[in-house]
């Protein structure tokens, strides 16, 4: 059931490799001459197509540049010349430090309100929260982050509005740096948590099995935290996983605004200079990040509800 | 309902008048948002003062005057102008993007519903297309077909039509189990009549509600490509075209960066109210 499901995510994660390397054949002119500028000579042109492997037919292409991503070589930047990899790196890594921080700060807090607004539904908190995920959910990441800058930038002038400083030599500096896009970035992602969360505990305490609880005089606290919880592990865990792959989309807004230089600013930067190498890598790394965690959200799905496992 | 196990009769009453008025207060508001918006999209620009592109004021943005209603943007043109131009770029080419993912997502949803072989290869498709962050993917087609506006509603409809096809395929399944369906089977209905005339009807209350959402997420995401410089161009703009050129003016809480942003949260989330009030506010968060 699990290899099923992984099987699938490895099928699927094979189509999009086709669908990116689509993407470079449909794009007009060829990399050679866009290399080259407009006065190259035909044999340059062709030499340096014979060099970059672009005379040979597309399906060869497309398998030596799938080998190349298997293998770990992913090509070269056309605009800076510079492996993928060497670029990649860095960005790579501060990608994953803005995620991690997010998901430290928003994943407890999220589960805390989540659960908190289902247990006392119906309350002036439960309104209000619920108030609070819509408005939060339907607007762009960009208006939030304008909105934060305005207030903690702008107007109380507690902190930068652009965090490009690498300058990690004391703590103060760490915080300065990483509260707003944090902030901006958990926002977004704990208003999709919370709804699924409120609503996967809601589920678990109308069923009829907590009313027998309760009606057998279970104090509340045990009630929710001892019956209807476990149950909602599974969708609460799904939840989760589903929200943090909303992260992947929101990342990409946040460190423009802030001027955080991650993958997906790299990935803006390639998508205006046309860098095609960068840019499928960049897609395939977000698409499998994605992948991964929609699928990891099925597994656990599937390991805390026996009754899927035998669908 | 019943959190409160000593809860009444009348306490239940209550909670049913409140959830009753406050269904009735946030259809009023969210619809009336709508309909608002989509009247500026059709005669705003017919009644703007200022050709969108023309510099009236030497100051940048200056504040709101009698002369300005909105003041002025980062070159001093007419910010209200702007305004309604864009909002006919952001509510046209939305509405565009909707209609499109949708007729293509219930089409292939309802052909997926009606036959085994069928369903097989369109939910592979689909699932491979949603597995691409939509932002993500936004930016991939753009940035190898460069940005206009087909390219752009139609990666819109790309990225949302998966939505629409699970939707529909999941209503159209079942339905298409019921008897009066197996009927009309049994009567030798020809395919085309079975999923038109037979289950089409069936679905078109949740898929108006289904309709109403997407079109929520492409509104989002058109204004998000736009704010990153890749959704409608200059000299055209759209809303989230207006908030990226006039961010400079942010320091100082300029109308010209301000209106736009609120502008989109109040297009979005009245459209949301509206869903949540006719579909009974049961629907779990999600924004794809």
Request: aromatic fraction near 6%; glycine fraction near 8%.
């Amino acid at each position: 059931m699990i290899a099923k499901r992984v099987g699938g995510a490895l099928l699927t994660l094979f189509l999009l490799s086709l669908v990116v390397f689509a993407m470079s054949l449909l794009m007009g002119g060829d990399a050679a001459e866009a290399m080259l500028g407009q006065n190259a000579t035909p044999e340059a042109l062709a030499g340096l197509r014979a060099a970059m492997h672009l005379d040979q037919p597309s399906w060869q292409r497309y398998l030596a540049w799938l080998g190349g991503l298997l293998r770990g070589d992913l090509g070269v930047s056309l605009i800076t010349k510079l492996p993928v990899s060497t670029l990649l790196a860095p960005r790579l890594l501060a990608s994953l430090q803005l995620a991690g921080l997010t998901a430290a700060v928003s994943v407890p807090l999220a589960l805390f309100l989540g659960i908190l607004a289902a247990v006392r539904r119906g309350s002036l908190l439960d309104r209000a929260i619920s108030m609070a995920t819509i408005g939060v959910v339907s607007v762009p990441e960009f208006v939030i982050a304008t909105l934060m800058v305005l207030i903690f930038a702008v107007r109380l002038h507690w902190l930068p509005a652009l965090s490009s400083s690498r300058d990690f030599s004391s703590l103060h500096d760490v915080v300065r740096v990483f509260t707003m896009p944090v902030l901006c970035l958990a926002c977004v992602v704990m208003a999709q948590m919370i709804r699924m969360t409120r609503a996967a505990v809601c589920d678990a305490l109308d069923s009829s099995y907590v009313e027998a609880a309760r009606l057998k005089g279970v104090p509340p606290r045990r009630l929710v935290l001892g019956h209807a919880l476990p149950n909602a592990i599974g969708p609460i865990v799904n939840a989760v996983a589903l929200s943090l792959s909303v992260l992947l989309g929101g990342v990409i807004v946040i460190e423009v605004i802030f001027n955080y230089p991650g993958v997906a600013r790299l990935m803006v930067d390639a998508v205006s200079t046309r860098d095609l190498p960068l840019i499928q890598t960049v897609a395939m790394i977000f698409s499998a990040a994605y992948l991964m965690l929609v699928t990891s959200a099925d597994i656990v799905a599937i390991l805390c509800n026996p009754r899927l496992r035998h669908r | 309902m019943n959190t409160v196990p000593k809860s009444g009769v009348a306490h239940e009453a209550q909670a049913l008048k409140i959830r009753r008025r406050r269904f009735n207060v946030s259809l009023l508001l969210g619809g009336t948002t709508i309909i608002f918006w989509l009247i500026v999209a059709l005669v705003g620009p017919m009644v703007a003062p200022h050709a969108p592109g023309q510099v009236v004021d030497l100051d940048v943005f200056s504040p709101a005057s009698s002369a300005l209603p909105l003041g002025s943007d980062y070159l001093g043109r007419d910010v209200l102008s702007r305004m309604l131009i864009a909002s006919r770029f952001t509510v046209s080419i939305a509405l565009l993007a909707t209609l499109l993912a949708a007729t293509v997502g219930v089409f292939c949803g309802l052909l997926a519903a009606s036959s085994g072989w069928i369903d097989a290869i369109f939910s592979k498709l689909f699932d491979t297309l949603s597995a691409v962050p939509s932002l993500m993917f936004g930016l991939v087609v753009i940035g190898s077909l460069g940005a206009s506006i087909p390219v752009l509603i139609g990666t819109l409809a790309t990225v949302y039509s998966p939505g629409a096809f699970r939707t529909s395929r999941a209503l159209a399944r079942n339905i298409a189990v019921l008897d009066f369906v197996t009927v009309a089977r049994a009567r030798g209905e020809t395919l085309s009549y079975i999923v038109l005339r037979e289950i089409l009807p069936n679905l078109v209350g949740p898929l108006a509600a289904d309709f109403g959402l997407r079109f929520v997420f492409v509104t989002l995401l058109l204004s998000g490509l736009s704010f990153l410089g890749l959704g409608v161009q200059p000299p055209n703009a759209d809303l989230g075209a207006l908030v990226r050129e006039n961010i400079a003016g942010l320091g100082f809480g300029a109308a010209a960066v301000l209106v736009p942003t609120f502008a989109i949260a109040s297009l979005t989330i009245g459209m949301n109210m509206v869903i949540d009030a006719v579909s009974g506010g049961r629907r779990a968060g999600g924004r794809r």
